[in-house]
């Protein structure tokens, strides 16, 4: 079994949902908490939670199979932002800060998933 702390990835995916919560939902209106605010929380979370649930399969493809689903997330996770953008919710500032954030998560499964497969 791998120890999920141990990826660097889930450290800054990880770092991503404790961002997220401290400096972009908090921007949202009280008219978003069931909508797109939840959307973003459970698609943030979604990202270490799925890495470190892949951690605990026994072979690389159930392994690569949960990266590939926290990829997923990242990407859902990177249209929220925007969106929220786009409503005006979060400035340019929070949301080029958030959007590389995202970003370095998504380069960083996507080169794991890459080495894993090889």
Wanted: aromatic share 12%.
């Amino acid at each position: 079994m791998r120890d999920y702390k141990k990826y660097d990835v889930w450290v800054k995916s990880h770092e991503l949902v404790l961002f997220t919560y401290s400096q972009v939902l908090i921007c949202f209106p009280a008219s978003e908490k069931y909508d797109l605010l939840s959307q973003l929380k459970r698609a943030t979370y979604s990202i270490p939670l799925n890495i470190a649930e892949g951690c605990g399969r026994n072979t690389d493809k159930d392994f690569v199979h949960f990266l590939d689903i926290g990829l997923g997330s990242a990407q859902e996770t990177e249209y929220c932002l925007l969106l929220a953008f786009d409503l005006q919710y979060i400035n340019t500032e929070l949301y080029q800060l958030a959007n590389n954030k995202v970003n370095t998560v998504k380069a960083m499964l996507i080169n794991l998933i890459k080495s894993i497969r090889k």
